[in-house]
Structures are given as C-alpha cells and as structure tokens.
C-alpha cells in the first residue's frame, strides 16, 4: 500500500482509453491540466542532478534509426536525481536512478557487448565514470541512511541488491522501492524480447523493501512521479517542480531534441520525424508498446513545458543524455539540458527502519 496519492489532472482517468488516438488526445489534455495543478502544488524543497557514467548505445535505437549516420554507437550520460520533499509532516530523501554501475555490467546486452568488445575497451577505455550513487551523495552531505525512496525510470540494467539487501538490509537500510506494479510483474518474469536489457536476478531484493505504486503520484510539494509507460511496462518518468518552472526527468527519448526533432541539427533525425509524421522520436530499443512510447513523450513534453535556458526545447533532461563524444562523430546533441540544482539537502535520517514502519 501506498501513502502517496494519484496527481491531479487526470491523465490516469485518460490512460484507460482503449483507442490509441484518442487516449492520446485525452492525455494531451490531462498533462496540461496536471502542469496547470503541479505548479499550484508547490515547489520541491531540493533538487541536485549528478552525473554517473558516459557510455555506448547503439545509434539505431537512440533516434528509432532516424539519425543517419555510420557510427553504430552514441555516447550517452547516465545522470541520478537527489531530490527533498516533504510527506506525512517529514522531509524525504528520494535518489532517482542510482545505478548501481558495477553491477549494471551483468545486463545481458553490455555483458554480451563486452565479449565482443574485449576487457580493456569496454571496462577501461570507452565508458567515463563521474561518481557513483554513494560518492554523489556523501558530497552532498547526505547519508546512506538518510535515503526514504529509490526509483528508476524503468528496471532496464539495474541491480538493486546491493542498495536493498537480501540477507542484509544493504547500503541503503532505510529506503523502499518506489516502482510502478506492471514493471515489477515483468522484471520479475521476463519475456524473451525483454530479457536483454535486464540484469539476470537483478529484482531479487525482499518483497518488504519495495512499495508498488498503480499509476502517477504526488510525492509531495513539486515532486511526482508520471505514469510514462510504453518504452517498458511500467515505465515512469520524474517531474520536479523549481523556481525555474517544472522539468521531467526521462529515457524515453536520449535528448531534448528527441522532443522537438524539428530543431534537431543531427543528420537525418529531422527529416525522418517529416517524413513519419512524428512530433517526438523514441529512444527505440523496446518495440512492444511503442504507441503507448509516443503518447508518453507527449505527455512528458506538455507537463515540462519549455526550458528555461532555450525555450526552442521542452524541460526534458534525459536520465541517459546523449553526449558528445570523439567516439560518436556527427551524433552530438543539438541542445542539452541539467537542471539548476535548487534547495539545500538536509539529513533526514531517522533511526528507524522500514519494517518498524510497518512497509507493505
Ligand atoms: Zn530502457
């Protein structure tokens, strides 16, 4: 059971249309009420982006094969939010995708990759490491301990053992999964055209440490999660409200440009979205629920709104941004885009543990 409570707006009433066309004409209208009411709810106590690692993805999913070009890889940054809400009288610590990087290796598709590859150059050569979950947080001042929440926009390459424990209560003793249910059901049984994205055991964590949620919620003042499913089941996208106005934090699409592939100056990704008649290109390495895919980038466009330092792109700052590379000539973002960070993070840290707070 959660204690959170569905967002405002209406895109969860506009989900359960059958018919895809329409669903999306009720999503376009639900997302803009839903920005309408976040910005009336508040802003997020505190908000810090922080980069993990820059790695390879091949180009043809990066723009659904739009981006023409010979590298078969892009350089994408994988970045983790901390983020400060208050909730039930309390300020909350939530870290949005802290992954796990050692661990992520042993996802199918990169541990396959690195076979190809060799040792040295996918270990040592290509990847950059900019810090991890912990080093991000101890420079902000924060505790292990001090971490309520994880989440991720979807379980693709995560490992969430060393965070939640089995055995042991993990690094993070006092923090629950925040996931959405349908995501949970198939990480946990994986079709064979998911599997390969996934981390195998990599979900093996205690029922008692995650908390299911059924749709979008408000975690507090300026901070929701946004049902975004389509690139997987479940999939969720963050949406923190600051004095710049909103952002939303996704991997639904790997750039700002993604969103508005009518500025995009990478070769081709303009004219594939004329010629398909697409208002957003996807981050296409999923194919199943690619309709439900689109829908949600609209959704995560409209409630974004534009972006402070370029109003040319929406407020979209991609967990896994496309980043310029010698490595990927010609696939350099047109624009990119982190947040200010915002607030000041405190401890929050309290001693005791989940399952004395009786979790689900
Ligand atoms: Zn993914």
């Known amino acids: 059971m959660t204690t959170f409570s569905p967002l405002a707006g209406g895109l969860r009433e506009a989900w359960t249309e059958p018919l895809p066309a329409e669903r999306l004409r009720k999503l376009r209208r639900a997302a803009l009420a839903t920005r309408a009411r976040l910005l009336e709810g508040g802003r997020v106590a505190s ?19 739009g981006a023409l070009s010979p590298m078969p890889f892009v350089m994408m940054t994988n970045r ?33 990759l690195a ?7 996918s270990r040592s050569l290509i ?34 053992r060393r965070w939640l424990g089995g055995p042991g209560p993990g690094l993070f003793p006092n923090a629950r999964l925040l996931v959405m249910r349908d995501e949970w059901r198939t990480a946990r049984d994986l079709h064979p055209m998911n599997a390969v994205w996934y981390v195998p055991r990599g979900c093996e964590v205690p029922e008692a440490r ?40 996704s991997e639904n699409g790997v750039a700002p440009e993604s969103y ?18 697409l208002e957003v290109v996807l981050n296409g390495n999923t194919r199943e629920d690619s309709l439900d895919q689109y829908s949600s980038m609209i959704v995560e466009k409209l409630v974004a709104g534009p972006s402070p330092f370029d109003p040319t ?11 310029a590379s010698v490595f990927a000539p010609g696939l350099a973002p047109t624009f990119t885009f982190t947040p200010r960070d915002v607030g000041h993070h405190v401890r929050t840290a309290t001693r005791v543990r989940p399952e004395a707070r009786g979790a689900a």
Do not use: W
């Open 210 to 249: 995650v908390e299911l949620l059924d749709g979008d919620v408000r975690l507090g003042p300026g901070v929701a999660l946004l049902d975004t499913r389509g690139h997987t089941r479940g999939n969720m996208s963050l949406c923190v409200v600051t004095p710049d106005g909103p952002f939303v934090v």
């Open 47 to 65: 908000c810090s982006t922080h980069k993990l690692v820059t790695f390879p993805y091949p180009t043809r999913y990066a723009f659904s094969g």
């Open 115 to 121: 076979r190809s590859f060799g040792e040295y150059l």
């Open 260 to 277: 508005a592939p009518e500025h995009s100056r990478i070769a081709g990704v303009k004219a594939f979205a004329e010629q398909m008649g």
């Open 127 to 160: 990847p950059t490491y900019h810090g991890t979950p912990e080093s991000h947080l101890e420079a902000a001042g924060l505790s292990p301990d001090d971490v309520d929440f994880i989440a991720f926009d979807h379980l693709h390459v995560q490992d969430l």
């Open 313 to 323: 792109f929406p407020a979209l700052a991609p967990s896994s941004e496309l980043t």
């Open 80 to 112: 983790m939010q901390i983020v400060q809400f208050e909730h039930e009288q309390r300020r909350q610590t939530l870290l949005f995708n802290p992954s796990d990087l050692e661990a992520n290796r042993a996802a199918t598709y990169y541990a396959n």
